[in-house]
């Protein structure tokens, strides 16, 4: 049995808009899946349903084999959620949070305890458990929030981007925990994201979300491999035309998905080494010297932009309505210099 069972997901919201267009997806036991996507792609949409917080308006939901419709209590007892935005209470210390949380699902005394100190020192917070959270640095704020959801010893852990806004050093801290979790507790999670890099390290599964569909699932791996060939860059000399390189690329046979940012063109290549020397010689050869040569196997990102027809990153910059704003491009990509 799968451990969450999600199909034909439908929700449009009051006002209209259609956040969910029929999402299908499945979670297996002891995995951590990914649901990689820009922002306002559906995730949280996605998971608040999955987590009784929402309900849809088609479709249909298991957790653990439980209907999310017709046994809410049910799931909320199988399984633990991180919310986007953090629910820690900036006025209470570490272990009072992790009080308060045990008392909602109803547990208390020895028992509370031990299970307090055991996720303090689960999550290294032992030396601050008994300061305020407001002093908390960011990284440990968020690993609050993921102890706080393991409270009631889910089976199933729900974790809505629980690293966005953190820095790459306490974004690899929480990638172990959850790595732990999952590899020494068999602990199935599921995780939102929107940081490639973060799909592709951490994820065994993922499923790609855009306008509210998945548009494709699979391993990392699998997913890479369904591009062939290499992705080539060519950055064009400053003062000289970028557009007219990026149209040279573009009627060279062997190269498709041809995108330019700023002095640099990069494409899809069937042989990159072999069409590499050619096209140097042909840009050169049109008056536009070429400064700098990338080849490299495809990433998360090209997958993307091979399944969308657009950039993730500047996919994710438009959607980024709300008050985060986006997120340097150099924290969500795979690959330095990708775009
Ligand atoms: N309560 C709501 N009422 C109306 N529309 C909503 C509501 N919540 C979300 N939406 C809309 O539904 C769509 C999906 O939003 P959702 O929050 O699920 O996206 P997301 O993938 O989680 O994005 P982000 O990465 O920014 O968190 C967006 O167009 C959003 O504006
Ligand atoms: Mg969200």
Redesign the pocket.
């Known amino acids: 049995m799968d451990a969450i069972n999600v199909r034909d997901l439908k929700k449009t ?3 209209g ?1 259609e ?1 969910l267009k029929g999402l299908t997806f499945s979670v297996r036991q002891g995995e951590i899946f990914g649901l990689l ?10 998971v608040r349903i999955i987590v009784t917080l929402s309900s849809a308006t088609e479709g249909r939901v298991e957790v653990d084999g439980v209907d999310v419709a017709a046994d809410p209590v049910e799931v909320r007892r199988r399984i633990g959620y991180v919310s ?1 935005n953090t629910t820690v209470d900036f006025l209470a210390t570490g272990r009072e949070n992790l009080h308060l949380q045990g008392q909602l699902y109803g547990h208390s005394g020895a028992a509370l305890d031990n299970r307090v100190d055991e996720l303090l020192k689960l999550f290294d917070l032992e030396s601050a458990a008994k300061r305020v959270t407001q002093t908390y640095s960011g990284g440990m704020k968020r690993r609050l929030d993921v102890a706080m959801g393991l409270v009631h010893r889910p089976k199933i852990l729900v974790l809505d ?1 629980p690293t966005t806004g953190l820095d790459p050093e306490s974004r690899a801290v929480m990638w172990r925990e959850l790595e732990r979790l999952a590899k020494d507790g068999g602990m199935t999670i599921l995780v ?1 994201t ?1 940081y490639l890099e973060e799909a592709d390290r951490l994820c065994d599964r993922l499923a790609i ?1 855009d306008g ?1 569909k998945i548009v494709a699932q699979g391993t990392p791996n699998e997913l890479k491999a369904t591009l062939r060939g290499d992705i080539v860059q060519v950055e064009i000399a400053v003062g000289h035309d970028a557009e007219a390189a990026a149209q040279l690329l573009r009627s060279t046979p062997g190269l498709s998905n041809v995108i330019r940012e700023g002095q640099t063109c990069s494409a899809q290549a069937e042989e990159g080494a072999h069409v590499i020397p050619k096209l140097i010689a042909a840009l050169e050869a049109a008056g536009l010297p070429v400064s700098h040569v990338a080849m490299s196997r495809p990433s998360l990102d090209e997958v993307y932009l091979s399944v969308t027809g657009k950039s993730f990153t500047k996919a994710d910059a438009a ?2 309505a ?1 008050p985060r704003g986006p997120v340097p491009a150099a924290m969500r990509t795979a690959k330095p210099g990708a775009k």
Do not use: D, F, L
Not at 37 to 46: C, H, L, M, Y
């Open positions: 919201y009051a006002g808009v956040a996507g820009p922002n306002g792609a559906g995730k949280s949409t996605t986007q981007e939102t929107h979300v509210g959607g980024a709300g």
